[in-house]
């Protein structure tokens, strides 16, 4: 049971370029999430779903996309990579079940993305 | 989600037992309270989390006051490995998806 993964662990782009950041979990979580944590500052919610096939905007979205095919896979997507997008990226799930478990999130070992 | 306050920072020895307090004077009845923690360059970690009774798992031990006013995470037997910066979140359960991590506690283990 390895949990969350998340891959690549480091990935430097050019401004423009784009790129996939892949999570996967092997729980069975029905929600799943995608952070961003910048230097000193607390985690901001990029992207979320609640199901296979689904996906709701977070609190910033910009510059993002993602993609939810299958249960166990939530895709990241920077279209075009800025510099203000450098940040490390976390994806989270949980089991989207009541009983204080909506909010069991567990995280993923993180991506760290420098944007030149 | 209610205001929590937690000290800035907190030392223990290795082998002692970490008691980790938060206040929450404001929470309403339908509030859970949520204990994660970040080791530094980390994701963070879901410790525990518990509604009215006191909690307990293979991690760390939840103790919420009566008035449901404070709680307390304790770790038994605190190691190295459990230096880390300690957030106390109350909230109502599938309101809003995004945690918010307020300052923490950063508990120093120290040998």
């Known amino acids: 049971n390895a949990g969350v993964t998340q891959t690549p662990k480091f990935r430097v782009l050019k401004t423009g370029q784009s790129m996939t950041l892949l999570c996967a979990q092997d729980?069975?979580?029905?929600?799943m999430y995608w952070y961003r944590q910048d230097p000193g500052m607390g985690l901001r919610l990029i992207h979320y779903?609640?199901?296979?096939?689904?996906?709701a905007k977070g609190e910033v979205p910009d510059g993002y996309n993602v993609s939810r095919l299958k249960k166990q896979n939530f895709l990241l997507g920077l279209e075009s990579a800025a510099p203000s997008q450098t940040s490390v990226y976390f994806c989270?799930?949980?089991?989207?079940?009541?009983?204080?478990?909506?909010?069991?999130?567990?995280f993923g070992p993180g991506t760290r993305l420098t944007v030149l | 989600d209610a205001k929590t306050t937690q000290p800035t920072s907190m030392d223990c020895a290795e082998g002692r037992a970490a008691n980790l307090p938060c206040n929450h004077s404001?929470?309403?009845?339908?509030?859970?309270v949520y204990w994660y923690r970040q080791i530094h360059s980390q994701g963070p970690q879901y410790i525990i989390h518990?509604?009215?009774n006191n909690e307990t798992n293979e991690m760390a031990s939840l103790i919420i006051t009566e008035d449901r006013k404070s709680s307390t995470l304790i770790l038994p037997h605190a190691t190295l490995r459990d230096t880390a910066v300690y957030y106390c979140?109350?909230?109502?359960?599938?309101?809003?998806?995004?945690?918010?991590f307020g300052e923490g506690t950063q508990l120093t283990v120290n040998p």
């Open positions: 518990g509604l009215k």
């Open positions: 729980m069975n979580h029905e929600y």
């Open positions: 989270a799930s949980s089991t989207g079940l009541a009983g204080g478990n909506q909010d069991t999130q567990y």
């Open positions: 779903s609640v199901g296979e096939g689904t996906t």
């Open positions: 404001t929470i309403s009845g339908n509030e859970y």
């Open positions: 979140i109350v909230r109502v359960e599938g309101v809003n998806p995004r945690l918010t």
